[in-house]
């Protein structure tokens, strides 16, 4: 980054610094001009800010900011009542005592800015430094150029309704362990940053631990934890174990680097025990435990072992799959229009996902909320599960008409996330669902999740033949083919409203260990998600 203009906070009081450079010395390419007018014109202008008014407004905009005047610096963007109780707070609430912005190359409206500070708590200080960037934008009505506000400028973590505050942590950290005692950090396993939190804010006074001072983001009333961003005093940490296993997690961390937006679970099955949970997002969000989507094709666990529970399908049995099958007056396919021929049974349909064949076998349920009752008395979805920090535990509701026969394939207003469906395929393993735990129930008393109902033996033995046909012959095998061990297979494509390509979905089992992931838009659920619970699989 190019060193250009600096603003200074000194001692708790702005100022401006000035540098041998001079400020607003930017390289900026120039943009499109705005349409221009002469003095006492009351025209407003329009069009894209120019290099020159990108250039001002940044450095009136930075000058107010250093000169502690947040009135005006608010006024320079387009949210002043947003902007102006975030910019003071960086003084008042973050104890920022000194700061100094040094402006990189400018992007056309975008510019980026290195901020090296020194925060300073009751006579404890320590420096701090990180990157940001604004844009400036035309204001609509007065056409005037604006810096856009977003909480980002001020800190590229901030969300909508968060802050940074200094001062005494709000729960003391935690030393994670995995079942094995081996130390967890977010410095070796990154993605487990959210993870973390979530157990240092409900875990961390039970601990034993002791709070130190912190630099923090502060989650405000929506319930997130606090993300640490600078220690000024070290706390002590207790220490918690938890049911990740490091080797389990390390895959599931590589395996999700490969693509945007990717989670993945890992589950134990003949206990719950989560033993690996990754995320590769830059919004810190724990879609694996937290996502609501629609899972696509995964769901055809579920409703397969209702249908077979009803005794209408079983796995060695016809089941008819036409290209096309129509319900509550909208049409269903199959992946580019394929169909199978008479006779081919419904284990084949499953491990071919055939839509089709499910969705003809609505009329004869009889029961509209057949699936959603398969899923909450069998399956667990819905049981508010306690797992040791925030999660979402599905959701499969009632529903009648197009709805119900979507439902059936994973659309419509189904949502999963990578946890559920990890949990769904545990149980279609073992036979029984045991509510997914990421800390010991005895450490704090809560109580778990029971499902109504097993699985009966019969239906549990042909979902595993069925998933092992996927994994070893059909939409699965791609993926799972470098696995040995008892392997079975599931994928999905979910179609998503204005987006070109599907989120990919794959969950599977080898041996004692399950794991589901999602790519967003990722496509086919073989091609991208399937890669990664294999990954995951292979580390059991």
């Known amino acids: 980054m190019r060193s250009g203009a600096k603003v200074a906070i000194v001692g708790g009081v702005f100022a401006v610094v000035a540098g041998g450079i001079g400020y607003g010395a930017y390289n900026v390419v120039d943009a499109v001009t705005g349409t221009g007018t002469r003095a ?3 025209t407003v202008k329009t069009g894209p ?8 407004t940044v450095k009136g905009f930075l000058d107010a900011w250093a000169a502690g005047d947040e009135r005006a610096a608010a006024e320079l963007t387009d949210n002043a009542a947003e902007a102006q109780p975030a910019i003071a707070g960086y003084r008042e609430d973050a104890h920022i005592t000194k700061a100094t912005f040094t402006t990189g190359t400018a992007v056309g409206a975008k510019v980026p800015f290195r901020v090296t500070a020194q925060v300073t708590y009751e006579g404890r200080s320590k420096p701090w430094e990180y990157e940001s960037e604004l844009t400036v934008v035309r204001g609509a009505t007065t056409g005037k150029a604006l810096v856009d506000w977003q909480p980002t400028v001020v800190h590229p973590d901030l969300r909508k309704g968060e802050r940074l505050m200094t001062g005494p942590a709000s729960a003391p950290p935690v030393k994670a362990l995995d079942r094995d005692g081996v130390e967890l950090t977010r410095e070796k396993y990154p993605s487990l940053g959210p993870v973390l939190d979530g157990l240092r804010e409900k875990y961390g006074q039970s601990a034993g631990g002791e709070s130190g001072v912190e630099l923090v983001i502060d989650g405000g009333d929506g319930g997130a934890p606090d993300r640490s961003l600078l220690t000024l005093t070290e706390g002590k940490p207790g220490e918690l174990r938890t049911t990740l296993d490091a080797k389990v997690q390390a895959a599931a961390e590589r395996a999700v680097k490969r693509y945007d937006q990717a989670s993945v679970v890992a589950i134990q099955p003949s206990t719950g025990k989560i033993r690996a949970v990754a995320n590769n997002r830059d919004d810190g969000f ?25 005794g209408l399908v079983a796995a060695d049995k016809p089941a008819e799959c036409p290209p096309e099958a129509i319900w509550g007056g909208r049409a269903f396919t199959n992946l580019k229009g394929f169909s199978l021929p008479e006779g081919t049974t419904f284990a084949r349909s499953f491990a071919k996902s055939c ?20 899923a909450t008395e069998v399956f667990g979805i819905g049981l508010d599960w306690k797992t040791g920090i925030a999660s979402f535990d599905g959701r499969v509701p009632e529903t009648t008409g197009a709805d119900a026969a979507a439902a059936y394939i994973g659309q419509g207003q189904v949502q999963m996330n990578p946890l559920n469906i990890a949990s769904i395929t545990a149980t279609a393993k073992s036979g029984v669902f045991k509510q997914p735990i990421l800390v010991s129930a005895e450490l704090d008393d809560r109580p778990i999740a029971r499902a109504a109902r097993r699985l009966p033996d019969s239906v549990a033995r042909q979902l595993r033949d069925m998933m092992r046909l996927t ?41 004692d260990l399950a794991a589901a992931a999602v790519v967003q838009s990722g496509g086919h659920g073989g091609d991208a998600a399937g890669p990664v619970v294999a990954t995951v699989l292979g580390a059991g």
Request: proline share 2%; net charge negative; hydrophobic share 35%.
């Open 40 to 42: 006492g014109s009351s």
């Open 49 to 56: 800010p120019s290099a020159d008014e990108v250039r001002e």
């Open 286 to 310: 724990n879609a694996a435990m937290q996502g609501t989507l629609a899972p696509g094709s995964t769901m055809k666990i579920v409703t397969a072992a209702m249908l077979m529970e009803k």
């Open 355 to 374: 839509n089709t064949a499910f969705i003809k076998l609505i009329d004869d349920t009889k029961d509209e909320s057949a699936l959603s009752k398969e």
């Open 471 to 511: 994994a070893t012959s059909g939409t699965g095998a791609t993926a799972m083919a470098g696995l040995g061990g008892d392997k079975g297979a599931k994928t999905g494509s979910a179609e998503v409203d204005g987006k070109a390509a599907s989120d990919s979905w794959f969950t599977g089992f080898r041996d």
